[in-house]
């Protein structure tokens, strides 16, 4: 089976659409509404885990735990801080760095990172490799692969994300990207040992506030592309 995460039910409407759905089901307190069906002979469970990190580490962890999928797609909108990213393009996480994560002053990790977790979480490389590849036949939209930082607050303007980046991981580079829900899919992910691909579309430049209001339209109109992406892999039979 594979799993298809998403922020909003919006994120999910192409795939329902083109899903033999099969039924849906309940996570219970709070979990979301599954959908099941087939797609190319896979078959496939659709989640929308709603805004934070811990609610879609929660939601997401029900999800994996109940279905037992092989591959995780997470999907949905992420913001620009960098001038290379601009709305529209697609953007592909090859790491996830945590944000609002501390236990260094007890030394039991260091920022971002979960006790006895490593400092960061990854996409699964060969994947997300084909994904790119994948983006690139299917629509002309630009697409790149980098650096996804991931926390529990909006920030209205680009020093908020860069801040952090400076302050923690500017040994890493290339985080130039921030979202509130990959973290907890990519955590979940990890507990279980699922590969995670993560494909995003920039739907925000942070601190352009003329682009604030029209995050969901974005995200929308990018969501057939993303499926077209996804439904491509599994016609091509990722695993």
Partial sequence: MIAIIGVSEDDLLYFKAKLAITGTSLLGAGGGKVYLGRLFDQDV???ATGESNL?????????LSRYEPYLCF?????????????RGDLFIADRIYLAGVDFSRNRQAGYGQIPGEPPFFMGDSELSGKAKDACYLISPRYVQRGYLLSGDEFFDRPQGPQSIVDEHFSKEGGIRAYDTHTGGVAYACRQRGIPLVSLQVISY?????EQRFQI????LSAMPTLGRVITQLLSDGAE
């Fill in 216 to 219: 969901a339209r974005e995200t």
């Fill in 74 to 86: 997470s999907i949905g909108p992420c913001y620009s801080f960098a001038t290379s990213l601009r």
């Fill in 205 to 209: 430049e942070i601190g352009k506030s």
């Fill in 45 to 47: 469970c659709l989640l």
């Fill in 55 to 63: 609610r879609s580490a929660v939601s997401s962890s029900a999800l």
